[in-house]
């Protein structure tokens, strides 16, 4: 990866229309003014929008030289086009990420994916084997570095044994501290970094969670999450009115960019990916990239999570992910 590059990544899940409402010619858009507005790194999956979303970046991005943009996608899903979350299978198996790449290759319109991970692991496949196969892709060409999703360090460390990973992506926050002392330590030493996913928590770490969950519209997949239940919202909303719009006022930016900024300073951190599908705010979180946090507003953004956790724990007898019903692997 280039660290040159602005590190506000886009994350393509909602462009398949599964939290605000937003259209094919919409979602387009959104991937060319981000482009347009100085990003360059984009996360996909064959999993979104089954094969929809991978081919409008295709459509959006063919007159674009490729490279202006960089690809990360996925592997581990199979047969996507026209199924749901439902009767979406997974497979790590070798012919399976062959072809599922060849198929991702297509569908994007273009000849190589700088970053290939698997979305996340297939118990029944072994890790070894779904690596030959992704080094296979890499020594012929297809795809430039590997990386692996929702993986936790056991799983990590026998990726890594059958080759080299180069990133993983797990569900990370200043509000899901998800990254383990010793998952750090391993990251460090091996020259891994995390790509974090849901560092803006869907809009629970913006302006967007003073809305309250009534403004979803149907159909929005965040209602009935367990960290989008009602009363789990009300303690975040008013911890984060309390604790964190005082710092971003005091700083001059917004809650979002406060939640990416921070992330952006943790040392393991490659590039974020910030999900979005309004226009007016591709250039908002873009522009967390330029923030700068100080060691002191670090600190007191620390400490800010240490009271939620304390006050979690002596009212719920809960962690912080336990209350808001996160489970082993994050999601
Ligand atoms: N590896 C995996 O298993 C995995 C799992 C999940 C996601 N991902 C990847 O990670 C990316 C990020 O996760 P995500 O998209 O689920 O969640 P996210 O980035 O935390 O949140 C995206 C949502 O936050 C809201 N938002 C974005 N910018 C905002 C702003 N400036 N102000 C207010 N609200 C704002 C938007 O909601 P509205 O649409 O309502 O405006 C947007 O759809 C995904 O897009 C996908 O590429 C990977």
Redesign the pocket.
């Known amino acids: 990866m280039d660290m040159n590059k602005n590190r506000v990544g886009l994350?393509?899940?909602?462009l398949a229309d599964v939290?605000?409402h937003i259209s094919k010619d919409g979602a387009k858009d959104i991937v060319r003014q981000f482009i347009d507005k100085g990003g360059y790194y984009i996360?996909?999956a064959p999993m979104y929008g089954f094969g929809e979303v991978e081919t409008l970046i295709g459509e959006a991005l063919h007159t674009y030289p490729r490279e202006s943009y960089y690809i990360a996608t996925k592997c581990g899903y199979i047969d996507v086009e026209g199924k749901s979350f439902q009767t979406i299978q997974k497979s790590g198996k070798y012919d399976d990420v062959i072809r599922e790449c060849e198929r991702s290759l297509k569908r994007l319109n273009i000849d190589y994916i700088d970053l290939y991970f698997m979305?996340?692991p297939d118990p029944q496949t072994p890790i070894e084997e779904t690596m030959r196969a992704l080094i296979k892709l890499q020594t012929e060409g297809k795809i430039r570095e590997i990386g692996t999703?929702?993986v936790n360090l056991f799983e990590l460390k026998e990726y890594n044994q059958s080759g080299k990973i180069s990133f993983i992506?797990n569900r990370f926050s200043l509000l899901n501290r998800s990254i383990e002392p010793e998952l750090e330590e391993y990251m460090m030493e091996h020259a891994i970094k995390l790509v974090p996913?849901?560092?803006?928590?869907?809009?629970q770490l913006?302006?967007?969670v003073f809305e309250g969950i009534e403004n979803l519209r149907e159909g929005d997949l965040r209602t009935g999450r367990s960290d989008w239940l009602p009363e789990k919202v009300d303690v975040i909303a008013d911890w984060v009115k309390l604790s964190l719009s005082p710092i971003a006022k005091r700083l001059g930016i917004?809650l979002?960019q406060l939640s990416i900024a921070w992330a952006l300073h943790q040392k393991y951190m490659g590039f974020v990916?910030?999900?979005?599908?309004?226009p007016a705010?591709t250039e908002?979180?873009l522009k967390a990239n330029d923030v700068k946090l100080d060691a002191s507003t670090l600190l007191e953004i620390d400490n800010a999570y240490k009271s939620l956790e304390t006050q979690v724990r002596e009212k719920y007898g809960q962690s912080i992910r336990e209350f808001r019903g996160l489970n082993e692997k994050y999601f």
Do not use: A, E, L, M
């Open positions: 994350g393509t899940f909602p939290f605000s996360d996909t979305h996340s999703s929702n992506q996913y849901q560092v803006i928590d869907r809009g913006t302006g967007k917004t979002g990916i910030v999900g979005n599908t309004n705010y908002i979180n």
